[in-house]
């Protein structure tokens, strides 16, 4: 039995009046649908709040789902609709589109699309890594932290770099060198990067 028929007897299940059948398709999709609704709304918790009151919007008009389309596109659709609701009720900006249509829907779970959400394993890595820089950039003599600062954080030139630092623009890429070859060995041990990389 493939995935879209199970789902077909699952919905029928619950249109009988089985309310364990509609909790097993929650379970089957309920992580993929917050995947889904966290592409349009940053915030986590009310990712959770999107998806469950998109469960419940999708219950309530199960006996009308005839099985035209697959369950999860016709979930995602109303999962997508309920996030823009939620973001107009919010004042946020709704996005004209979500960049996937309806085929898209049912292939998402494992799609490129996914791969830039912040998940909160993404989110806890962001933050180490930043917390990792800024130590790192403590450890420094003052003249590589402020090498450094100026070109990656002001987006300097070396040659505005040279004139600030009031030294020869060989010496400023000296000092940036030394503090990156500085940073990435503390780095490296976060990222299971090899030895020889640097950034």
């Known amino acids: 039995m493939g995935e879209r028929e199970a789902d077909r007897v699952l919905v ?15 379970t089957k999709y309920q ?9 349009m709304v940053r ?24 099985n035209d389309s697959a369950f999860y596109t016709w979930l995602y659709r109303i999962g ?3 996030a823009k609701n939620w973001l107009q009720a919010h004042g946020r900006r ?3 589109s979500t960049s996937l249509d309806n085929e898209e829907a049912e292939t998402y779970d494992e799609g490129e699309l996914l791969r830039d959400s912040d998940t909160p394993e993404r989110l806890l890595m962001t933050k180490q890594i930043g917390e990792t820089v800024n130590a790192a950039l403590e450890t420094l003599s ?3 932290r402020t090498a450094i600062t100026l070109r990656e954080i002001e987006g300097l030139s070396y040659e505005e770099i040279a004139q600030i630092m009031d ?6 890429r000296s000092r940036i060198f030394r503090a990156r070859d500085a940073i990435s060995a503390q780095l490296r041990p976060l990222l ?7 950034w």
């Open 80 to 82: 997508v609709n309920t």
């Open 31 to 39: 992580r993929k649908l917050a995947r889904l609704v966290s592409r």
């Open 94 to 96: 709704v996005p004209t």
């Open 167 to 172: 030294c020869p623009i060989g010496t400023v």
């Open 192 to 198: 299971d990067a090899a030895p020889d990389k640097r």
């Open 142 to 144: 003052a003249e590589l």
């Open 43 to 66: 915030d986590a918790a009310e990712v959770e709040d999107i998806v469950q009151e998109s469960f419940i919007r999708a219950y309530r008009a199960l006996p009308g789902f005839r």
């Open 12 to 26: 029928e299940r619950v249109q009988a009046g089985d309310k364990q059948a509609f909790g097993l398709l929650v």
